[in-house]
């Protein structure tokens, strides 16, 4: 299977960051549904089963979802900003996932 890269934002003179985390899970499309439904009644938003675009004022979260893994990336231009990128992301995701034990590792992407 040939995996396709998640596109990010367009390259600016400012320097984006990138971290990305693999959860294994069989449910990896209805936590991405579940994921980008509940923020986009407040932030834009795209998404469809199986892949999703959370545009945060502070960057992005890109999601795609393979038959078994979750794929989750955060894109920010400000390094202060990616804490709070892969904590808001993860801390909904453990929510909506509640009925498995997933471990969320965050790494350079």
Same mark, same amino acid.
């Given at each position: 299977? #040939?995996?396709? =890269?998640?596109?990010?934002?367009?390259?600016? &003179?400012?320097?984006?960051?990138?971290? +990305? !985390? @693999?959860?294994?899970?069989?449910?990896?499309?209805?936590?991405?549904?579940?994921?980008?439904?509940?923020?986009?009644?407040?932030?834009?938003? #795209?998404?469809? =089963?199986?892949?999703?675009?959370?545009?945060? &004022?502070?960057?992005?979260?890109?999601? +795609? !979802? @393979?038959?078994?893994?979750?794929?989750?990336?955060?894109?920010?231009?400000?390094?202060?900003?990616?804490?709070?990128?892969?904590?808001?992301?993860?801390?909904?995701?453990?929510?909506?996932?509640?009925?498995?034990?997933?471990?969320?590792?965050?790494?350079? !992407?």
């Amino acid at each position: 299977m #040939t995996e396709t =890269p998640i596109q990010t934002a367009p390259t600016t &003179s400012t320097p984006t960051l990138r971290r +990305r !985390a @693999e959860i294994p899970t069989p449910q990896a499309s209805r936590y991405l549904q579940q994921l980008c439904k509940h923020f986009q009644h407040k932030i834009p938003v #795209t998404f469809d =089963p199986t892949e999703g675009r959370i545009e945060f &004022s502070m960057g992005i979260s890109e999601l +795609r !979802a @393979e038959p078994a893994v979750l794929v989750l990336e955060v894109v920010a231009r400000d390094p202060a900003d990616l804490p709070a990128l892969e904590d808001v992301i993860a801390r909904h995701l453990v929510r909506f996932a509640f009925r498995e034990e997933i471990a969320i590792i965050w790494s350079d !992407a």
